[in-house]
């Protein structure tokens, strides 16, 4: 996978937690088109890159603890 597709897969799995529509790694899964390992994998290193990222059990969606967003451009 080229770079610009992985950015690509950040911004839209981003764009699904912002937006209450990241469910589960297999909603996630099955919106973005690839694993669960894959999804598991994108997440871990949007954490790496400091997203704060956490799963609420009782309503079953991932969230961030914050109200930001990832953002990828030349300026």
């Known amino acids: 996978m080229d770079l610009?597709?992985?950015?690509s897969r950040i911004q839209y799995i981003d764009h699904?937690?912002?937006s209450k529509q990241a469910n589960s790694l297999r909603d996630i899964s099955?919106?973005?088109n690839i694993t669960t390992r894959q999804v598991q994998n994108?997440?871990?290193v949007?954490?790496?890159l400091g997203a704060p990222i956490k799963?609420?059990?009782r309503e079953k969606c991932y969230y961030y603890e914050e109200d930001k967003k990832f953002?990828?451009?030349y300026e």
């Open 4 to 7: 610009k597709q992985q950015l």
């Open 16 to 18: 699904l937690i912002r």
């Open 30 to 32: 099955a919106k973005v």
């Open 42 to 44: 994108i997440l871990n």
């Open 46 to 48: 949007m954490k790496d």
């Open 55 to 57: 799963y609420n059990e």
């Open 71 to 73: 953002v990828f451009k």
